[in-house]
């Protein structure tokens, strides 16, 4: 069965023209974290946000057209075999979900959150996996999510109280990125911890490396070969103390000039680097 085929039996109406309760729905998805929660969706926004969602098996529920005539190429073979049903809306309702002001996007996508069991890490025998504790924002998580992916992370785990992966903004700023790796939501360090102990238990020599702007111990200096699990903190205050007694090694990463701290993704980058060259291929 194609995905065409799929697309046929679709509760969803073909046309929506006007801001009805449907079309609330889906505007709630953009700003409230709760909606996305209780309902299981998000909106994708962007060409390689959607391509990178279907390629890695995210789950379509729609895809919003704004129905133009020419559509682009990318776009037309979207259209042509669907991964899910299709909705033609309004050309002003798909700027207002697509929130630009300069017209509205060919399309969009309506898509069911990734799941947030741990399960769904998979490392290698030398894995890299990052934590972000408690970060607050978005576009943080995206950026860091978007680095991961390019210098061989296998996986990105968030802690605590904190921002949404799934909010519009860190898919953006992730370019994608964060549908190519694994990223699940976890209530604190504890449930992280106790999948470590599993993967020691097994044989496998986890290393949980904290980033710290006092660790005392360089970042070059620490041991990044082998199977490691990197923590990096709130955007302004670091690690929470349960993760720092967790850590096996904090580590620093050495700073000139009047800056007081680096950026939490920032910091998150480099260390993934160090990592990645002390490896001396790419990937992870």
């Not at 990052?130 to 576009?139: L, W």
Request: charged fraction near 20%; include cysteine.
């Amino acid at each position: 069965m194609s995905r065409g085929d799929a697309a046929t039996r679709s509760a969803f109406p073909a046309r929506l023209e006007r801001r009805n309760a449907l079309f609330q729905q889906w505007q709630a998805l953009l700003t409230n974290r709760t909606k996305r929660t209780r309902s299981g969706e998000m909106i994708i926004q962007g060409v390689r946000p959607i391509t990178q969602a279907i390629a890695h098996g995210v789950e379509i529920r729609a895809l919003l057209s704004d129905g133009r005539e020419t559509p682009s190429r990318w776009a037309r073979e979207l259209l042509d075999d669907p991964p899910g049903p299709v909705v033609v809306l309004a050309p002003e309702l798909m700027a207002d979900l697509g929130e630009r002001e300069n017209g509205s996007p060919e399309l969009l996508a309506l898509a069911t959150l990734p799941g947030d069991s741990l399960t769904r890490l998979a490392p290698s025998p030398t894995g890299m996996l990052v934590v972000f504790d408690r970060p607050t924002g978005p576009g943080n998580i995206g950026s860091l999510a978007r680095t991961i992916d390019a210098l061989g992370g296998e996986g990105l785990v968030i802690t605590g109280h904190s921002a949404d992966p799934w909010d519009p903004a860190a898919i953006r700023a992730s370019t994608g990125s964060i549908f190519a790796v694994p990223v699940v939501r976890q209530p604190s360090h504890r449930e992280v911890l106790s999948w470590v102990q599993e993967q020691r238990a097994q044989g496998q020599p986890w290393t949980v490396l904290g980033l710290d702007e006092a660790g005392g111990f360089e970042l070059a200096d620490a041991d990044l070969t082998g199977p490691t699990l990197l923590v990096v903190g709130n955007e302004t205050i670091g690690m929470s103390a349960m993760w720092r007694e967790a850590c096996d090694l904090v580590a620093e990463i050495p700073m000139g000039g009047s800056a007081s701290s680096l950026n939490a993704s920032v910091a998150g980058s480099i260390a993934l680097y160090e990592a990645r060259r002390q490896r001396g291929r790419s990937g992870g």
